[in-house]
């Protein structure tokens, strides 16, 4: 059997190019139509056009993830 290589996480990950955090929600489709619905029910209009534009922006991110 062959030697096991060990393998540093600098070897694997740039430097400084990565941040820690935790995984608060995936952005799926629900996750989206779920902050549209949010948009219909607000009575406020400000706050309307704010979350409809941060459901248009998720929904080009379907799939990926929102970290803390």
Do not use: C, W
Request: hydrophobic fraction near 35%; charged fraction near 40%; aromatic fraction near 6%.
């Amino acid at each position: 059997m062959g030697e096991k290589k060990v393998v540093s996480m600098d070897e694997v990950v740039p430097n400084k190019q990565l941040r820690k955090g935790i995984v608060a929600q995936e952005v799926t489709s629900d996750f989206v139509l779920e902050i549209y619905e949010k948009a219909k029910k607000t009575k406020s209009e400000k706050r309307r056009k704010e979350y409809l534009a941060i459901a248009e922006e998720l929904s080009k991110h379907i799939g990926k993830y929102l970290v803390e």
